[in-house]
């Protein structure tokens, strides 16, 4: 096993350059910086933004808290419908954990995931 590698969980927030409207994914990478997991050309028409993210050793550990997160915040729009165009999102991985939040999910969002950052620093 390589010590040196590490596992992010992050937050990202998509604004769709065209509509301008937003939405949320959780997930994991193994990039050192979790915005490199979404420099392609399948990813051209959003703005992206890192709102949170932790780092952890253990993948199996990243993939209970990701799991977590899924099932606190799950999907609840399709992007066909969302914005409400004919754009094709077939290239779009990752598509499936992606939710749209209003001012107040998202803030309660982004803070219970510091609050698992938080108690994770010392685990």
């Known amino acids: 096993s390589n010590e040196s590698q590490l596992y992010k969980l ?42 949170a993210s932790l780092t952890r050793r253990s993948l199996g550990e990243i993939k209970v808290l990701e799991a977590c997160l899924l099932t606190m915040f799950p999907k609840n729009i399709w992007l066909e419908t969302y914005l409400g165009d004919d754009r094709s999102w077939n290239g779009f991985s990752g598509i499936t954990e992606i ?10 969002a982004r803070e219970f995931f510091y609050n698992l950052k938080n108690k994770l620093q010392y685990v």
């Open 10 to 51: 992050y937050m990202m927030r998509f604004t769709d350059v065209k509509t301008c409207k937003q939405f949320y994914k959780f997930g994991w990478t193994s990039h050192r910086d979790a915005l490199a997991r979404f420099k392609d050309e399948s990813y051209k028409d959003f703005e992206i933004e890192c709102i």
């Open 99 to 108: 939710v749209a939040f209003n001012e107040e999910e998202y803030k309660h």
